[in-house]
């Protein structure tokens, strides 16, 4: 429910979703990417009590399983808590029933985009794809490099100027990059991946 403020609050799904949308299979097939059984969850709402972002989220984490366990397909993937969602495990480690909601998440990012599904947070889409192309390039993420190019992509290339400086001067960030000793495991895992992905 929607509260006066306009604001989620933890509880029951928004009025707005609407319940004739719901697909067959999408249960399943985020069951299988993620490895969890959403079925076992029973809204006890340990997980969004203490995830750090809830109230950031448009769903919180136990609404997004009530989406999953209802194959409300389009709310769930056009959603902006699965961006918002650092992958922390706070909530994981908590549920009593050990579901991994932070692999349901990354279930639900991965068929976003394979699905072609209109992105709610394209500035974290795109910070995630210079990450994961950093760590493409090394073997490890170099974070200067990480936040220039983040940053120009966005036009916008003295963004957070001033904290890129103070972390230099932290010694917080790396000026050159360093590569990993064991650059061709890596490119064999991103293979890999590409492989599976194309798979299915
Ligand atoms: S903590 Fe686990 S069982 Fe409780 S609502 Fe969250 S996912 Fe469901
Ligand atoms: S993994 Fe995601 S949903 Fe879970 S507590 Fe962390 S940020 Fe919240």
Redesign the pocket.
């Known amino acids: 429910m929607v509260e006066s403020d306009g604001k989620n609050r933890l509880g029951a799904l928004p009025d707005c979703i609407e319940m004739t949308e719901t697909e067959p299979g999408f249960t399943t097939e985020i069951n299988r990417r993620s490895g969890v059984n ?1 079925d ?9 009590g203490g995830c750090p972002f809830a109230e950031s989220m448009d769903y919180h ?2 609404q997004i ?1 009530r989406l999953v366990q209802l194959g409300v397909k389009n709310a769930a993937l056009s959603s902006s808590s699965i961006w918002i969602c650092v992958g922390c495990h706070t ?1 994981s480690t ?6 991994d ?1 932070a692999a349901v998440m990354d279930a639900l990012r991965q068929t976003a985009i394979t699905e072609g599904a209109a992105i709610a947070e394209p500035h974290i889409h795109d910070f995630h794809k210079e990450v994961v192309n950093s760590i493409h390039r090394y073997g490890r993420t170099h974070k200067l490099e990480i936040m220039l190019r983040y940053n120009l992509a966005r036009r916008n290339p003295f963004a957070d100027f001033n904290l890129g400086l103070r972390m230099l001067q932290k010694r917080k960030l790396d000026l050159l990059p360093s590569k990993v000793r064991r650059m061709p495991d890596i490119r064999k895992l991103f293979k890999k991946k590409k492989a599976a992905s194309h798979a299915g």
Do not use: E
């Open positions: 959403v076992l969850c029973w809204q006890c709402k340990t997980c969004s984490p136990n399983i909530c908590a549920c009593p029933q050990a579901i909601m």
